[in-house]
T-cell receptor, first 114, second 111 residues
Framework: GAGVSQSPSNKVTEKGKDVELRCDPI?????LYWYRQSLGQGLEFLIY????????KSGLPSDRFSAERTGGSVSTLTIQRTQQEDSAVYLC????????????FGPGTRLLVL | KNEVEQSPQNLTAQEGEFITINCSYS?????LHWLQQHPGGGIVSLFM???GKKKHGRLIATINIQEKHSSLHITASHPRDSAVYIC?????????????FGKGTKLSVKP
């Protein structure tokens, strides 16, 4: 079946612009995670959803970052007033349920802020 | 909050060698993940384990919950195994789904 998909695959934007990143999880997966990998850095957690609610937003680096999930499926990560330090690969993963389940990763969105 | 340490950071091996990558963490967990990140950036989940040992092909993962330590072994390594291997555990221990990651081990297998 189809895996996790993300769009766009690449995004170049100017500093100060807003961007939206989209994640389509595997059908039936109730848990959805957003992670970020900056150049030369490890993966870091941003936010996760169980259904449409986000029990843990602790990883969001600032109030310029927000995310929503509708219908228990598609999720959008929005970055307002982008800064150069936001440049990174943004990865989405989904799993069947919250808890220690295998997470399936999407291909990521490579964001470059000029 | 959990902390994850991986070693070695970089590893170069000759084809056919036995590879071991180590991971230790600070807060008790119910499951640990091993991930593989290909040179192109894609991430694949290799194992999720709670106890003992799991094997898939030439890959073996072990975990010792009491010692808060896990190892990933690759037998008869091959150049196609070249990738970054990442250990991940629940951020706040227990069975939470959101993960904290080790810095990764970059493996290069030479023919």
């Amino acid at each position: 079946g189809a895996g996790v998909s993300q769009s766009p695959s690449n995004k170049v934007t100017e500093k100060g612009k807003d961007v939206e990143l989209r994640c389509d999880p595997i059908s039936g997966h109730t848990a959805l995670y957003w992670y970020r990998q900056s150049l030369g850095q490890g993966l870091e957690f941003l936010i996760y959803f169980q259904g449409n609610s986000a029990p843990d937003k602790s990883g969001l680096p600032s109030d310029r970052f927000s995310a929503e999930r509708t219908g228990g499926s598609v999720s959008t990560l929005t970055i307002q007033r982008t800064q150069q330090e936001d440049s990174a690969v943004y990865l989405c993963a989904s799993s069947l349920a919250q808890g220690p389940g295998t997470q399936y990763f999407g291909p990521g969105t490579r964001l470059l802020v000029l | 909050k959990n902390e994850v340490e991986q070693s070695p950071q970089n590893l170069t091996a000759q084809e056919g060698e036995f590879i071991t990558i180590n991971c230790s963490y600070s807060v008790g967990i119910s499951a640990l993940h091993w991930l593989q990140q290909h040179p192109g950036g894609g991430i694949v989940s290799l194992f999720m384990l709670s106890s003992g040992k799991k094997k898939h092909g030439r890959l073996i993962a072990t975990i010792n919950i009491q010692e808060k330590h896990s190892s990933l072994h690759i037998t008869a390594s091959h150049p196609r195994d070249s990738a970054v291997y990442i250990c991940a555990v629940p951020n706040y221990g227990g069975s939470q789904g959101n993960l904290i990651f080790g810095k990764g081990t970059k493996l290069s297998v030479k023919p």
